[in-house]
């Protein structure tokens, strides 16, 4: 059974803390996603790695920065966290072809006080 | 861009009726369309995709959805809906590397 396990399932910090919020597949996907989500917005893509070390930025990227040391694993760092970043982080994963289902993690819902 | 549109942001359904959830896209040739639902408080779940051939697609849960390219549109559909049924639900379309979600629509079935 396919897999993408999220580090926490809930999470509160403080404004002003380093945040990390980590991702692991099972799947040996090259593609891994960080997406936040919102009432009323729906999925807004932060970040998305297409292999080791590499990234691109989505369509929030401001305030984020991510790592991908290994094919697996795929971090989310807010360097200093603001209560404007409160919200539910969703990880994914897919393969290269255009048709691949992505893979969603249970997802983590961040609270910055 | 390729993109998709959820109408109804919300829905109301008895326990037993039927569903139909709208999904419209915008897209140049053939695109690829997915369903997904998200559970309270879990990620999305793949329902159903298409991408060629059949334009009705039949998904896990009892689920199914007909593209039909004439209207842009990928409703999903279900004959008779449970009530663990209630979640949200969502279109997309890949984009790139990436995957455009609509913004959801978010289904609750009353008793």
């Known amino acids: 059974d396919v897999k993408v396990t999220q580090s926490s399932r809930y999470l509160v910090k403080r404004t002003g803390e380093k945040v990390f919020l980590e991702c692991v597949q099972d799947m040996d996907h090259e593609n891994m996603f960080w997406y936040r989500q919102d009432p009323g917005l729906g999925l807004r893509l932060i970040y998305f790695?297409?292999?080791?070390?590499?990234?691109e930025k989505g369509d929030i990227p401001e305030g984020y920065s991510v790592s991908r040391e290994k094919k697996e694993r795929f971090s989310l760092i807010l360097e200093s966290a603001s209560t404007n970043q409160t919200s539910m982080y969703l990880c994914?994963?897919?393969?290269?072809?255009?048709?691949?289902?992505?893979?969603f993690g249970p997802g983590t819902r961040l609270t910055v006080l | 861009a390729q993109s998709v549109t959820q109408p109804d942001i919300h829905i109301t359904v008895s326990e037993g009726a039927s569903l139909e959830l709208r999904c419209n896209y915008s897209y140049g040739a053939t695109p690829y369309l997915f369903w997904y639902v998200q559970s309270p408080g879990q990620g999305l779940q793949l329902l159903l995709k298409y991408f060629s051939g059949d334009t009705l697609v039949q998904g896990i849960k009892g689920f199914e959805a007909e593209f039909k390219r004439s209207q842009s549109s990928f409703n999903l559909r279900k004959p008779s809906v449970h009530w663990s049924d209630a979640a949200e639900y969502f279109c997309?379309?890949?984009?790139?590397?990436?995957?455009?979600f609509g913004a959801g629509t978010r289904l609750t079935v009353k008793p």
């Open positions: 994914a994963s897919k393969g290269v072809m255009i048709a691949d289902t992505q893979y």
């Open positions: 997309a379309v890949p984009f790139n590397n990436d995957m455009r």
């Open positions: 790695s297409y292999d080791v070390k590499m990234k």
